[in-house]
């Protein structure tokens, strides 16, 4: 596969480095952490998602029917690559590289249009609400569905403990199994699932908001008997597994690209250190221990890129089995190489390198966080 980029892809990409330099730089990124007025940090966030939008970010991977740019996995990709590097707060993860592909993969036309369109605008957020930690439900779903036949809709119940991206949206994209339809995937009975549409503002939903450790936000959902009809269906019953399984492979790359930008951001700015750095009248960038580290670190940032590469190209145009394969062995290399080099860079700035101040400890949590979502690390070496 050539990764050689176009000419559009190599503007989306100085337009998207661009905008991170002038707009998202790391003071801002420090300061709204920081900050404890949640009104000015919200406002702020969504000026930049009004930005992204008209810059067509929020539609690089979606169809042109939808009001997308017609893009791919690729677009995404180069998309999450510079915001990796720019440690950007948005949550554009969890809305535009997961719940976005849900709805495109799995919604019936009315829905992707009426969905998609809005969101392409910047003005819907969604977020799915799917994963959960196997030790928190011994394995178990954590929302199920009960029907009232007696008015044709649907109680939901449950909770989900991390929904990233929820705290800013209006709509979830509900998961919960469906045992009366048939087992139509026959290996994990991810086909035998529903994603319902919920207002997030609805009755019985209960939101908690919180910061996650590298600086975003996150929020804790539970659902109590909130009513859905049929007309809340995404999709077609029973069909909402394959979209589940697309959109969520497709944000693992997406969370890839991301960490392999973080770790080139991070190898740089440690290089900067170590040049300026100065020890017994000696930059330390001039100790051969420490130039072999550095090697190192190199190493594992080019043979992390390698990987996400090998993943994209397999999930273009490679079969299911050898496409899900590839995208684990990416997220599960990346994940750990991007921890490795975090550390590494870390010990090498000593101090300052955990500073609230400096740049390095936010990359490092960022790439720590990464490695977690979607799965973790252990299930897709499995």
Request: proline share 3%; glycine share 10%.
């Amino acid at each position: 596969m050539d990764f050689s980029l176009t000419s559009e892809q190599s503007a989306m990409r100085a337009a998207v480095h661009r905008y991170c330099a002038d707009q998202c730089g790391f003071e801002a990124r420090r300061d709204r952490t920081a900050s404890r007025d949640g009104d000015a940090v919200a406002a702020q966030s969504r000026l930049h998602w009004q930005a992204f939008a008209n810059m067509g970010w929020l539609g690089a991977a979606l169809p042109p029917d939808v009001g997308g740019s017609g893009g791919s996995v690729l677009e995404s990709a180069i998309l999450f690559e510079e915001l990796g590097r720019a440690i950007v707060r948005e949550p554009l993860l969890p809305c535009i590289a997961l719940a976005a592909q849900v709805i495109d993969k799995g919604g019936t036309a009315e829905q992707r249009e009426k969905l998609l369109q809005p969101l392409v605008r910047g003005e819907l957020l969604v977020a799915l609400m799917h994963a959960e930690a196997r030790a928190a439900n011994g394995g178990r779903d954590s929302i199920t569905a009960e029907r009232c036949d007696a008015t044709a809709t649907y109680t939901l119940t449950g909770h989900k403990s991390v929904v990233p991206g929820g705290a800013d949206v209006s709509l979830l994209l509900v998961s919960v199994p469906w045992p009366e339809t048939p087992d139509l995937d026959g290996a994990n009975g991810e086909a035998r699932r529903n994603i319902f549409i919920v207002d997030a503002q609805a009755d019985g939903v209960i939101r908690r908001d919180f910061p996650t450790l590298d600086g975003m936000r996150a929020s804790e959902i539970v659902l109590r008997n909130v009513r859905v009809d049929e007309s809340s269906l995404l999709g077609e019953w029973g069909q909402a597994g394959e979209a589940l399984r697309y959109a969520t492979e497709h944000a693992m790359l997406a969370s890839c690209a991301e960490m392999v930008g973080a770790m080139d951001g991070l190898l740089w700015l440690t290089r900067d250190y170590l040049r300026q750095r100065r020890q017994y009248g000696v930059a330390l960038s001039s100790l051969q221990a420490l130039q072999h580290q550095l090697a190192d670190l190199f190493a594992e940032l080019e043979l992390s890129r390698s990987m996400l590469y090998r993943g994209l190209s397999a999930f273009v145009g490679e079969e299911k089995a050898t496409r899900s394969a590839a995208v684990a062995a990416a997220k599960t290399y990346i994940g750990r190489s991007g921890r490795r080099l975090g550390e590494a860079a870390i010990q090498l700035h000593g101090g300052m390198g955990m500073a609230d101040e400096y740049k390095a400890g936010h990359y490092f949590k960022r790439l720590l966080t990464l490695a977690v979502l979607l799965g973790g690390l252990e299930p897709h070496q499995q």
